[in-house]
């Protein structure tokens, strides 16, 4: 079988399998196979596949075909520009996600470069955290956009924070992030096990909160195989919020940044749950024109 014909094969069974995105899936399997490009695999259609490439190819169709994600079978994500290693145990990080790093860059304005300014002049590495890591997505992207910054990425899942550290190795950021273990931030809070590094000039989370109650809203892909520990953040979905704001109230610098990603119609319960120590309160749309991230500075 040559390559035309092992697509529209693979395309024709993932379409009745109803698999969202069929010729996506088709497409970026067959390049995994092959180690290819899309434009080669598109300049090559008379290309024969040898039986164990052929084999490899309708395996990984048939795993579509079942539900796991293109990702988990391929290994891999881009994220602002950059391929993440990921699998089961890890969120699969989304677009939109990428609306965080925007406002965050855009927040810390002249500390683009991650040193904090006095007079002017670099006086200071950043001192960032990330909480809720996952795949490292945003606390990776971000150490390497502020090349003097310093970044603490938290996550409560042993198996994302493997995925993390591998990623931070593969971007070449390890000397800057450092990644534990915590319920949210609790490591920095003061007490005899609390990690010294506090007060951080920005934190950054993208939380889990979908409601418990709309999990069966949720594609079967995403309900079955990403963990559930990235997806609910509890009956209402937004109860992590709640605990993470009264830590970052305690751990930010004053005028310290807050950047956190919304979910689905939560803007206005999250804007409720800030209280009086935040100024420069903001929410940005995503593409969708859905607000998707809450901004806000520590007074
Ligand atoms: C929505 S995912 C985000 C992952 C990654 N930041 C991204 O944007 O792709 C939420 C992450 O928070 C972690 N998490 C859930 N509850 C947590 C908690 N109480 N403390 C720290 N991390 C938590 C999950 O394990 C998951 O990796």
């Known amino acids: 079988m040559d390559i035309r014909g092992a697509l529209q094969e693979a395309m024709a069974r993932l379409r009745v399998a109803e698999v969202a ?17 899309r434009a080669w695999l ?15 190819y309708f395996h990984l169709v048939a795993q579509r075909a ?18 993440f290693a990921v699998g089961p145990g890890v969120l699969i990080p989304r677009p939109e996600t990428e609306h965080v790093m925007e406002v965050a860059l855009e927040r810390l304005g002249p500390a683009h470069a991650g040193s904090k300014f006095r007079h002017g002049e670099p006086a200071a590495a950043l001192r960032l955290a990330d909480v809720g890591t996952g795949s490292g997505c945003l606390a990776i992207a971000l150490a390497r956009e502020l090349p003097e910054a310093r970044v603490w990425a ?7 924070l493997e995925f993390a550290r591998r990623n931070a190795a593969r971007h070449d950021v390890t000397d800057r992030i450092e990644f534990l273990e915590s ?17 951080f000039d920005m934190i950054v989370s993208n939380p889990p909160y979908i409601a418990r109650d709309a999990a069966h809203q949720l594609p079967r892909d995403v309900r079955e195989y990403e963990p559930a520990a990235a997806l609910y953040g509890g009956k209402e979905g937004t109860e992590l919020y709640a605990a993470l704001i009264a830590q970052s109230a305690q ?3 004053p005028g310290g940044l807050l950047v956190l990603e919304l979910g689905y119609g939560a803007a206005e319960r999250v804007m409720d749950m800030l209280g009086f120590a935040w100024t420069r309160v903001a929410v940005t749309d995503d593409l969708a024109g859905i607000p998707r991230v809450l901004a806000a500075e520590r007074t």
């Open 251 to 253: 751990l930010l610098t």
């Open 21 to 37: 995105s069929h010729t996506l899936a088709a497409e970026l399997l067959l390049m995994h196979a092959l180690h290819c490009e």
């Open 154 to 160: 938290t996550d409560i899942s042993p198996a994302a």
């Open 42 to 56: 598109y300049g090559h259609p008379e290309h024969p596949l040898s039986p164990e490439v052929s084999a490899l």
């Open 66 to 83: 079942a539900g796991t994600p293109v990702q988990y079978l391929t290994g891999k994500q881009e994220f602002w520009g950059l391929e």
């Open 183 to 199: 319920d949210l931030l609790t490591a920095f809070l003061p007490g005899p096990t609390a990690a010294s590094v506090a007060p």
